[in-house]
T-cell receptor, first 112, second 113 residues
Framework: QQQVKQSPQSLIVQKGGISIINCAYE??????FPWYQQFPGKGPALLIA?????SEKKEGRFTISFNKSAKQFSLHIMDSQPGDSATYFC???????????FGPGTRLSVLP | EAGVVQSPRYKIIEKKQPVAFWCNPI?????LYWYLQNLGQGPELLIR????????DSQLPKDRFSAERLKGVDSTLKIQPAELGDSAVYLC???????????FGQGTRLTVV
C-alpha cells in the first residue's frame, strides 16, 4: 500500500551542494506532510513539516516545496554537510483519520 | 521534556518464544503509534491508539500480535509466538493528536533466531 512514493532511493552530494528529494502522494485527503531524518540505530526525527495552505516552508537550510495540484512535495537541503548524511523519509497524514504513511526513504551521503 | 521511551533497545529470542515491547509516550500525547521498520524501508503502521482506544489495527497480524495501552499512557506490544520474519525494528511514536507532530522513540531491534 505504497501511498507515498519517494525518489531517489539514494543520493550522493558534495559538501556545500544542494540535496533534493521528491515525494508524490495519491490520497487527496492528506493534509499534513512531514519529513523525517533517521540516523543508523536511531528512531526517525521530525525535520520539517508543511500543510497544503502554503507552497513553501523554510527552516534554516531545509526547505519544503509543495505542489497541491500535482500532489507532490520535495525537500531541499541547502549547503549540504557531511553531518546531513542520513536516511530521509517523507510522510503524509490527514486529520480525518488516515494514519501517517511513510515513503520508502532516501539514503543521502554528503561527501566531504 | 522527555521524549518517547522504549524498552528494551535490543532483544534476541528463539523462534516460537514470546516477546514484549514497552513504550512510554511523551506526557500529554493522546495518540500513540506502533510501527514496524524493516532494514532499508520506511516505517509501516501496526496499530494506532487514541487514548486507550485502538482506532486502527488493520495492519496488526492479530493471530500472533497483540497490544494494549493501559490508562491511555504506556503501551505494550506483544508477539506470541515469534517467527523468523518478525526480525525488525519496532518503533513507538506519539503525538498530541492526529496529523500533528509525531515523535519517535529509538526503537526496539528484535532478532528472532
Amino acid at each position: 500500500q505504497q501511498q507515498v512514493k519517494q525518489s531517489p532511493q539514494s543520493l550522493i552530494v558534495q559538501k556545500g551542494g544542494i540535496s533534493i528529494i521528491n515525494c508524490a502522494y495519491e490520497n487527496t485527503a492528506f493534509d499534513y506532510f512531514p519529513w523525517y531524518q533517521q540516523f543508523p540505530g536511531k528512531g526517525p526525527a521530525l525535520l520539517i513539516a508543511i500543510r497544503p495552505d502554503v507552497s513553501e516552508k523554510k527552516e534554516g537550510r531545509f526547505t519544503i516545496s509543495f505542489n497541491k495540484s500535482a500532489k507532490q512535495f520535495s525537500l531541499h537541503i541547502m549547503d549540504s554537510q557531511p553531518g546531513d548524511s542520513a536516511t530521509y523519509f517523507c510522510a503524509a497524514s490527514s486529520t480525518n483519520g488516515q494514519n501517517f504513511v511513510f515513503g520508502p526513504g532516501t539514503r543521502l551521503s554528503v561527501l566531504p | 521534556e522527555a521524549g518517547v521511551v522504549q524498552s528494551p533497545r535490543y532483544k534476541i529470542i528463539e523462534k516460537k518464544q514470546p516477546v514484549a515491547f514497552w513504550c512510554n509516550p511523551i506526557s500529554g500525547h493522546n495518540t500513540l503509534y506502533w510501527y514496524l521498520q524493516n532494514l532499508g524501508q520506511g516505517p509501516e503502521l501496526l496499530i494506532r491508539y487514541e487514548n486507550e482506544e485502538a482506532v486502527d489495527d488493520s495492519q496488526l497480524p492479530k493471530d500472533r500480535f497483540s497490544a494494549e495501552r493501559l490508562k491511555g499512557v504506556d503501551s505494550t506490544l506483544k508477539i506470541q509466538p515469534a517467527e523468523l520474519g518478525d526480525s525488525a525494528v519496532y518503533l513507538c511514536a506519539s503525538s498530541k493528536e492526529r496529523a500533528t507532530e509525531a515523535f519517535f522513540g529509538q526503537g526496539t531491534r528484535l532478532t528472532v533466531v
